[in-house]
């Protein structure tokens, strides 16, 4: 039996999802070793079960590997979710070299329509801004996708107003995909602006700060040697210390609503903007339920002041991605 929860629709125009996604990068990539691959196939349609038709994925995580899980997964239930990947990086050289040619995006689609089982990827993002590629040319290949009908809808991820403007012009972005929570705000001062004034979807990545606004990271957390956290500046042992300050401040609104403290980050993101719709990832079915807890989860505008009021007092200690990785943001 499927649950029904509450939809939200991604932009002005754009395709109706549930409220939150599911982040799947983590069943197979990036935070220490991949958990069993039949569990994460589980934990997918438990998902699904739960009510959530929203999953992201990326040629990129693992590479390969997360969107051959995801497919196999959702195969049951293509008709009734709606699934995002990305293109942007030359998997041939690690993950750090990008590569948007318009060729090389034909050819990421292909290869990950096959392994999502499908004919049709229902958003595909532009992973990270290709200097080397006229963001117009980007837009141009996608659209002929889209005429084409292996792609429904267009997205960009960590791109600039300006870049998400020109894009937009050639064809309708339908979401951007950034970083955003209580502890990294920056796309409230011209990306959320922008957005709302083009009609486009939010969709907030690391909505939980990578795990730390869960309150379940201390100063004493070891991250195993494979878990790309390590290489975050803000959370060092030491910037660890001074952030709680942010999840102290959620953990006190929780109390009083009954709630967890992860579910009052999303709730407060799902607050911001009826067009955000974030994606926290798990590998666990009970944090799962936690995170489909926070649609219900009612903020008021007074609730809202008093963490924003309190928040703006509180110093991000730490960058949020080590200098490399830094590089690849907002072009």
Not at 10 to 28: F, Q, R, T
Not at 133 to 160: C, N, Q, R, W
Not at 177 to 195: F, G, K, M, N, V
Request: aromatic residues 8%; contains cysteine.
């Amino acid at each position: 039996m499927e649950a029904k929860i509450q939809k939200r629709k991604l932009g002005k125009n754009g395709p109706e999802v549930s409220a939150i996604g599911l982040g799947c990068m983590g069943m197979s990539f990036s935070y220490g070793p991949a958990p069993d691959k039949k569990a994460m196939i589980s934990l997918i349609r438990s998902a699904v079960e739960h009510g959530i038709t929203f999953f992201d994925t990326a040629e990129v995580y693992g590479p390969f590997i997360n969107e051959e899980l995801v497919g196999e997964a959702l195969q049951p239930f293509r008709e009734k979710v709606f699934i995002a990947t990305k293109f942007g990086f030359d998997t041939s050289s690690g993950i750090s070299a990008l590569d948007s040619r318009p060729e090389h995006i034909r050819e990421v689609a292909e290869a990950s329509l096959k392994r999502l089982r499908t004919d049709v990827i229902d958003l595909f993002y532009q992973h990270r801004v290709d200097p080397n590629v006229p963001i117009e040319d980007v837009a141009g290949t996608v659209k002929e996708l889209i005429k084409e009908g292996k792609v429904k809808h267009f997205g960009l991820s960590e791109a600039s107003a300006k870049t998400i403007r020109k894009a937009h012009a050639v064809q309708p972005v339908a979401a951007l995909q950034s970083e955003y929570s209580l502890w990294w705000r920056e796309p409230e001062a011209i990306i959320l602006p922008t957005l709302e004034e083009l009609g486009i979807g939010f969709v907030p990545y690391s909505p939980l700060g990578k795990g730390f606004l869960t309150g379940k990271i201390n100063k004493n957390t070891i991250f195993d040697k494979t878990d790309f956290r390590n290489t975050v500046p803000r959370l060092s042992s030491q910037n660890r210390i001074a952030n709680k300050e942010f999840v102290n401040l959620l953990a006190l609104v929780a109390q009083r609503k009954k709630a967890t403290t992860a579910q009052v980050a999303l709730a407060w993101l799902l607050a911001q903007k009826p067009w955000i719709v974030p994606i926290p990832g798990t590998t666990k079915l009970t944090r799962l339920d936690e995170n489909i807890g926070a649609i219900a989860v009612e903020l008021t505008s007074d609730d809202l002041l008093e963490i924003d009021t309190a928040a703006s007092k509180i110093k991000v200690q730490g960058d949020r991605y080590s200098e490399g990785a830094a590089k690849l943001i907002n072009r």
